[in-house]
């Protein structure tokens, strides 16, 4: 499978973006989808994951800000981020995970200015 992530850009803080993250195949079918995100200096982190049956884990630091979805109908994953904080400016990437299977997309840059 193959991910394309698009939605990125610079925002102020306290503004919204939303990330999009389309599969080249059956997103129904992936067990688990996620988005993941790297600020420089830093490791790549986990920031939101979704299961194929909806359920769905926040990293802490932006729980009750960012929203993770899914629309099988698009083969598509979102992330709505809400409340942005310059701590959140970094390159952001979609991941699929089916049993031991993965695939990263490339990454799309928000950068959010204080």
């Known amino acids: 499978v193959q991910l394309q992530a698009s939605g990125g850009g610079l925002v102020q803080a306290g503004g919204s973006l939303r990330l999009s993250c389309v599969t080249s195949?059956?997103?129904?079918?992936?067990?688990?989808l996620g988005w993941y995100r790297q600020a420089p200096g830093k490791e790549r982190e986990l920031v939101a994951q979704i299961t194929s049956g909806g359920s769905t884990n926040y990293a802490d630091s932006v729980k009750d800000r960012f929203t993770i979805s899914r629309d099988n109908a698009k083969n598509t994953m979102y992330l709505q981020m809400n409340s942005l904080k310059s701590d959140d400016t970094a390159v952001y990437y979609c991941?699929?995970?089916?049993?031991?299977?993965?695939?990263w997309g490339q990454g799309t840059l928000v950068t959010v200015s204080s």
């Open positions: 195949g059956r997103i129904s079918s992936i067990n688990v």
């Open positions: 991941k699929a995970d089916h049993f031991g299977l993965r695939a």
